[in-house]
């Protein structure tokens, strides 16, 4: 054991412990990103505000990634967005979600400036079926000569049934 562990801490693979919800879970803490729920329980529909942080460069599209334990369903019909403190809305042009992928991409109908906190709207989102601690991933497409979507952070959505 104490050779995995020397070797684990060697190629830095040593992942440091987060809170999320209450619960301690292996990241890195200042990817942790913020989200609210309307209800939270399983089986229900719901309405999920997830907040990108401020952004390091402007964008004109943002990609939301879920993983296969999230079994809820989520409504590209229903997905908006808007600036946190600016209060400014950004109107999605095409939202695409890939359920194979298990991605939903906003495209946006003009760009998002360097600087602002976006807020993700999704309505009518199925919650999970089970109580469990979900990780949803967000990227934030680059608008550069050579655009790339870069890792922004992790929501790790709280189902449970009370």
Known sequence: MKWLIAS???FGLVLTPVQAQGLLLGGDNSKTLAYNIQEGTPNVRDRYTLI???LAFS????QILYYTDFDGKIDPSQVSAKGK???ITYTPQLVDLDKSARALT???AKPIP???ILEIHLDEVLNPS???VYQIRGKILENSAFPAYRFAGDWFVTINSG
């Open 106 to 108: 906003i495209q946006f």
């Open 52 to 54: 990108l942080p401020t």
């Open 85 to 87: 403190d600016s209060g």
């Open 114 to 116: 360097r600087g602002e």
């Open 59 to 62: 964008t004109m599209s943002v």
């Open 8 to 10: 684990l801490v060697s």
């Open 130 to 132: 089970h109580d469990g």
